[in-house]
DNA sequence: TCCTTGACTCAGA
DNA sequence: CTCTGAGCCAAGG
């Protein structure tokens, strides 16, 4: 859906967030779009709405060098269909870097979610 | 060419 | 806590 102007630097610039993440943390679209910059030619009201949903795409086209399975959506969820193999595989990668499901299938942010160091070196 | 479909999030009932 | 609806833009059939 509505990509940012400049969508392959953007998704990049997902990516090099999403590689970031320790082993057994996760974050949500929201906190990496909110984490990132806001495009050129995007207005912060505008990027708000779309920047999870740009983060999101960036997950579907990622390199195989990230770790997509850390993002989950906002609600401590994974934001595929359950039913997909994609899904039971992120559920299992998690379980392996010692991530804990809530009995309704959630990840508790105030245990595995990571924020980013604001700026890294 | 028109219509459907998106790895989302927030607020309200 | 769970469920619904709205916001926003482009690509594929």
């Known amino acids: 859906m509505w990509s ?4 392959s ?4 610039q997902v990516w090099t967030l999403v590689r970031q993440i320790p082993v057994g943390c996760v974050m949500s679209y929201g906190q990496i779009a909110q984490a990132l910059p806001v495009p050129d030619g995007s207005n912060p009201e505008s990027y708000r709405r779309l920047g999870p949903r740009w983060v999101g795409r960036a997950m579907r086209h990622c390199p195989d060098d990230v770790p997509w399975w850390r993002v989950i959506n906002s609600q401590g969820k994974i934001s595929l269909p359950v ?16 991530v804990q499901f809530d009995e309704r299938g959630r990840v508790d942010f105030k245990q595995f979610g990571w924020i980013p160091e604001s700026s890294e070196t």
């Open 9 to 12: 630097g953007y998704f990049e």
């Open 4 to 7: 940012p102007p400049d969508q």
């Open 83 to 98: 039913d997909s193999t994609a899904a039971t595989r992120q559920r299992e990668r998690l379980l392996q870097e010692g």
